[in-house]
């Protein structure tokens, strides 16, 4: 195994990569998925506002997804400008 | 065959622990519904059974996948988080949904028949992740694996991304049976368009499973004949990535699947429109899900 401070510095850059998309999308799944639950909720009891609702959840859900983004971002960087 | 016996040993107690953890949370005990209770408990256990198969398999065969004892310690590491986590969940979530099942016989026991149906129906679904991470588990320990650290790592990282992949997928699959169970327990004419839905539902909350899944595959098939420590955390990073990135996305699809079967319930008229808006709200919480299998395929393919 070559362990070189090089070679250890890209090691841990797809490592931390992995982190975080993986932790990274968790918050994201969860948060959306609520949102979308509660949407079909208000639905089925006010059907008549079914456009409304779901333009909420959706800028809603817009909101949620910022810190997956922010995850890709990080793991992409850390792919291909450190671990390259 | 001593380091294979250690794995083993981590294995197998990471495996059965976390299953008996998911087993507690079973149906909870109502005196004139145990039929229902005992069908739903013995779903919910067979992911115990898998554990406990994977891990008597591993204590009693030799593990030889053909390498060194590092690739032995790997695969059977690998092998039991795979079957341990993903049972874990998958056993939450059969139980919610046995859980559920119960409460409904319980408010309405003439038509118990129809609900334990669905309550099967909606446990099988939610079984599709343990059969994978079984699957999967099988494979890390029965096939020949040559190679050096790096394939170690890839070993690993499959059971740390089918494990913990459908783990999410597995709670997030009961959810919507559960609240199926109990939307036909209160209106049981509408017994197939719920079904419908939680079935629709619920596929889209197995797509995180699927996912894992298939890095698994590739994880367990690339080719690592290296040590290089860069290699070696690119392959434990895809793992992780994909594993842990499913956890939210499956559980997080699952919600408005089982608010729409409930909806259904409370309002049949917007059946079709609260099944496109669940439809979308999953199609959106899934996106990280997909952004993790997308790093995940960089670092396996692209590093």
Do not use: W
């Amino acid at each position: 195994m070559d362990i070189t401070s090089e070679a250890v510095i890209k090691a841990a850059a797809l490592l931390g990569a992995g982190i975080a998309m993986g932790f990274g999308a968790i918050g994201p799944g969860v948060g959306e998925g609520y949102a979308a639950g509660r949407a079909c909720e208000g639905i089925s009891r006010a059907p008549k506002e079914a456009g409304l609702l779901t333009r909420t959840m959706l800028i809603g859900q817009a909101v949620s997804e910022s810190t997956g983004i922010y995850s890709l971002v990080i793991a992409l960087l850390l792919i291909f400008v450190v671990g390259g | 065959m001593g380091f294979g016996a250690i794995g083993a040993g981590i294995g197998e107690g990471y495996a059965a622990g976390q299953t008996a953890l998911g087993i507690s949370r079973q149906p909870r005990v109502s005196g004139q519904l145990v039929k229902t209770m005992l069908i739903g408990q013995a779903i919910t256990e067979t992911s115990g059974i898998f554990a406990l198969v994977i891990a008597i398999l591993m204590i009693s065969t030799g593990v030889r996948t053909g390498g060194n004892a590092v690739l032995d310690i790997a695969a059977v590491l690998g092998a039991g988080i795979a079957v341990g986590v993903c049972g874990f969940g998958v056993a939450i979530g059969d139980g919610y949904c046995a859980g559920r099942a119960c409460d409904g016989v319980a408010r309405r026991p003439s038509i118990g028949g129809q609900i334990t149906g669905t309550m099967l129906v909606g446990q099988a679904v939610t079984e599709t992740p343990v059969v994978f991470a079984l699957v999967v588990a099988f494979i890390l320990l029965y096939s020949g694996f040559s190679g050096g650290l790096e394939k170690a790592a890839a070993l690993l990282g499959a059971g740390i991304a089918m494990g913990f992949g459908g783990f999410g997928s597995g709670i997030g699959g009961g959810l919507p049976g559960g609240a199926a169970s109990d939307s036909v327990s209160r209106r049981e004419e509408l017994r197939s368009k719920i079904i419908g839905t939680m079935l629709i539902g619920q596929a889209v909350t197995q797509t995180s499973a699927i996912f894992a899944l298939v890095v698994a595959f590739l994880l367990t098939f690339a080719s690592g004949e290296g040590n290089s420590i860069v290699r070696i955390a690119a392959f434990l990073g895809a793992g992780i990535a994909m594993g842990m990135g499913a956890i939210g996305p499956g559980l997080g699809t699952g919600v408005p699947a089982a608010a729409a079967c409930t909806s259904l319930r409370v309002n049949p008229r917007v059946g079709p429109v609260t099944t496109r808006v669940m439809l979308l709200g999953q199609a959106v919480a899934q996106s990280t899900a997909i952004y993790s299998l997308i790093i995940a395929l960089l670092m396996v393919y692209v590093v």
